[in-house]
């Protein structure tokens, strides 16, 4: 029996041709993702009275050296990421499909390790402190999370499982059962959600005060947020082993929950440390 859905939108993948070169929505969303992560991170250093003394660990035009790490952090950890964690037996027999990135397949997890490593030799490399670094990159993650969401959308790829929702849809190449659209549950969690979250952290609790804090609640905040949405989604080529119903996103997102505490709790003791 095949349900009542909402189809597809017909959206074609290129968003314009500049002659034989193809512009699509797939790289125009994570540009504007890493563009408004920037001018974000520039609002934050912009705002003394959010730091601890009222002192920026950066100028706001350091951030423009900040963006240049970041963004190959994420490009190529994602790609490898999505490689090595998810397709490896299509990309060893197709490698030259590695570079094809400009048809999908990015990883978070993937992007959040190469991000850490590019914020890490970037505050090495410029004295910076790395927790409060990693706070600046980790308030404004959210912006590329929500609009990477949308591109997955954008291309019919990360879909979830079959449903009687009344707003299931029958994605292409999917078959004609309506199946729940997963990216976008994604992109209000990961994407909105988590972003007023960490809003709130910065500007009512001061908790760029305390580097660690912004970066721990981030964390646990996207773990929680991405094994909540693994719920949803079809999970037959994305199960850890076929033992047990957990998908590679939860299980990938597990420890992320953990550092998160280890985070908070390093935070908790240095504080305490300090006032004693």
């Not at 125009?28 to 009222?54: F, K, Q």
């Not at 963004?71 to 490698?95: C, D, K, M, Q, T």
């Not at 999370?145 to 879909?159: P, T």
């Not at 609790?205 to 949405?229: N, S």
């Amino acid at each position: 029996m095949i349900l009542p859905a909402i189809p597809f939108p017909k959206i074609d993948p290129v968003a314009f041709a500049l002659g034989p070169v193809k512009i699509r929505w797939y790289g125009l969303a994570y540009l504007c993702g890493l563009m408004l992560g920037w001018l974000y991170i520039r609002r934050l250093l912009s705002a003394p009275r959010l730091w601890a003394d009222e002192k920026p660990p950066m100028t706001p035009a350091m951030a423009d050296d900040l963006f240049s790490w970041v963004a190959a952090g994420v490009i190529v950890g994602g790609r490898l990421g999505h490689v090595v964690f998810y397709e490896p037996s299509y990309y060893i027999a197709n490698p030259l499909q590695i570079f094809a990135v400009w048809n999908g397949g990015m990883s978070f997890h993937g992007g959040l390790m190469g991000t850490g490593l590019a914020m890490f030799w970037f505050a090495r490399r410029h004295g910076y402190p790395a927790l409060s670094v990693m706070d600046l990159v980790a308030g404004a993650v959210p912006f590329g999370l929500f609009f990477g969401r949308i591109a997955n959308f954008v291309n019919g790829e990360v879909v979830g499982a079959p449903t009687s929702m009344p707003w299931g849809m029958v994605f292409p190449n999917w078959g004609p059962d309506p199946r729940h659209p997963a990216m976008l549950y994604e992109a209000a969690t990961e994407g909105i959600l988590l972003f007023l979250l960490l809003r709130y952290l910065t500007h009512a609790r001061a908790a760029l005060r305390q580097p660690g804090t912004v970066t721990g609640w981030f964390l646990i905040g996207y773990g929680g947020f991405r094994i909540f949405c693994e719920l949803f989604k079809f999970v037959d080529y994305r199960l850890f082993t076929p033992a047990l119903p957990i998908t590679k996103g939860m299980a990938y997102s597990m420890p992320m929950i953990a550092l998160g505490i280890a985070f908070l709790v390093f935070v908790r003791q240095r504080s305490a440390n300090v006032t004693a």
